[in-house]
Each structure stands twice: as structure tokens, then as C-alpha cells.
């Protein structure tokens, strides 16, 4: 377990000036600081909307970006950043001949791909709310005050970052396979827009298809249509991620320890 800490301690000192670390700390900032100036522009207009609603429409507007489109993208390029640094340095050699388990080694690149996802998760939940109520502060007759959206904006973000886990186990696998951006990108693109229509459309083995997993997040929220309590954190998806997650992370494992690394 020491040797786990130790592989992710280095994770992070070498990833902390990278842009996958700002930019899971700043998309959430940018994203809701456009989404805010856009309600307060459009402040007349919403004034008769309760405040319930206003969550709602806010937090939709947002999740829904995110979850459809950019959340994939991120991981993607997430997953990329971090393994390429071996890549980059060609230091995938030295680093296994550091008197650590390959275990720890791989374990620690896939767990920080992981954190920084939930922090992305994590801070998009709380700006939401902190630009929420500063919408109010300069645009009064929205009352974002009266409600409170603490608990469906956690627990909503916390289903779109269990339906990422899929993505992550499959992206860093490939990652490890290939050390250039296009083929993982490209393959992992291609297959966003397939989860993007197939979850649109009603496939009936969307299911199986863990780059959609987001999206049916995105539309499992949506069709609450502001009655939270209809929301359910795990369903089949989230299940279905998890287990793809789980299973394409020992696979990983099993090829990087076979593999020969020069």
C-alpha cells in the first residue's frame, strides 16, 4: 500500500503544472461564469420562474453540456496526458526499474486519472451553487434562495462520474497500448458520437455501450424535469460502467505486466 501512495504522491508532482490538472480545476470555473452571465443577461425573462425551476434550467444547461460531449473528450485527453509523460521522457523504463510492484505503478497512473475526473465533478457541483446564488446577488428578482439544490447537484454529479469509469478503464488501456494521441483519441472520439446518437435514437443495446453511459446520465436527469426524487444515482448503466471499469483495469494490468517496455 506505502508503494501505491508513493507512485500516486509522483503522480501528482509531475502532472501538477500540466494542463489536464488546470484545466479539471478551470472548465468547471469557465463553464459556470458563461452559464451565469447568460441568466443574468436573460434576468426579465426568468423572473417568473420559481426558484426550483431556476435550479433546473441552471444546472441542466450545464450538466447537459458536460455530460453529452465534453466529459468524454475530457477523459480522453486525461487519460493521454498522463500516460504520455512516460511516453515523452521515455521514462516507462526507468520507472519500472524503480523497486516498486508494476501494480502500484499502474494502479497509481489509473486512480489520479480517476481523481482528477471526480474533482472535475466534484467542482463543477459546488461553482454551480456558488454562481447560483451570486446570479441573485446581482439580479434579485431571481430567487435562487429559496431552494435548495445542494443535494440533487451532488448526487446528479455523482451519477455522471460513475458513468465515466467505463470510458476511463478503456481509454487508458489504449493508452498504454499506443504511445501517440491519434489512435486513442481518434478511436475514442469516434465512439463519443456513436454513444451520442445511439443514446439519442433508443438503440436497444445502448446499454452495452459505455461511451453513452453520460448522455443516459444527462437524459436520466433531464426527464425528472425538476422532481429530483425521481433521480436514481445507480441504475443498469452506471452497473454496466462500473463493471466495464472494473474488468478493462485487470486486463490493463495483465498486458502491461507482460509486456516488454524498452
Not at 192 to 199: E, K, Q
Not at 216 to 226: D, E
Amino acid at each position: 500500500m506505502r508503494s501505491f501512495f508513493v507512485s500516486l504522491n509522483s503522480e501528482f508532482y509531475k502532472s501538477r503544472k500540466t494542463l489536464a490538472f488546470w484545466s479539471a480545476i478551470l472548465l468547471p470555473l469557465v463553464i459556470c461564469l458563461l452559464m451565469s452571465w447568460g441568466f443574468i443577461s436573460q434576468a426579465p425573462k426568468l423572473a417568473n420562474n420559481s426558484a426550483q425551476i431556476l435550479w433546473f434550467r441552471y444546472f441542466t444547461a450545464i450538466f447537459g453540456v458536460m455530460g453529452i460531449l465534453l466529459l468524454p473528450v475530457l477523459v480522453i485527453y486525461n487519460t493521454y496526458a498522463v500516460t504520455n509523460m512516460e511516453y515523452k521522457g521515455d521514462t516507462w523504463k526507468s520507472l519500472f526499474s524503480l523497486p516498486l510492484p508494476k501494480l502500484s505503478i499502474y494502479a497509481s497512473k489509473y486512480v489520479y486519472i480517476v481523481f482528477l475526473t471526480f474533482i472535475t465533478m466534484l467542482l463543477f457541483a459546488v461553482f454551480i451553487i456558488l454562481t447560483g446564488h451570486g446570479i441573485q446577488l446581482i439580479k434579485s428578482e431571481l430567487k435562487f434562495g429559496e431552494y435548495n439544490p445542494n443535494q440533487i447537484l451532488f448526487r446528479s454529479f455523482s451519477k455522471l462520474f460513475l458513468s465515466s469509469i467505463g470510458i476511463i478503464s478503456i481509454q487508458f488501456l489504449m493508452n498504454l497500448m499506443w504511445n501517440d494521441f491519434l489512435k486513442p483519441f481518434g478511436i475514442g472520439f469516434l465512439f463519443t458520437i456513436m454513444g451520442i446518437i445511439t443514446a439519442n435514437v433508443g438503440w436497444k443495446y445502448v446499454d452495452y455501450l459505455p461511451y453513452a453511459y453520460p448522455n443516459l446520465a444527462v437524459r436520466n436527469i433531464m426527464q425528472t424535469k425538476g422532481d429530483f426524487n425521481k433521480m436514481l444515482i445507480f441504475d443498469q448503466p452506471i452497473y454496466n460502467s462500473l463493471i466495464y471499469g472494473i474488468i478493462v483495469f485487470i486486463i490493463g494490468y495483465f498486458m502491461l505486466a507482460k509486456k516488454t517496455i524498452k
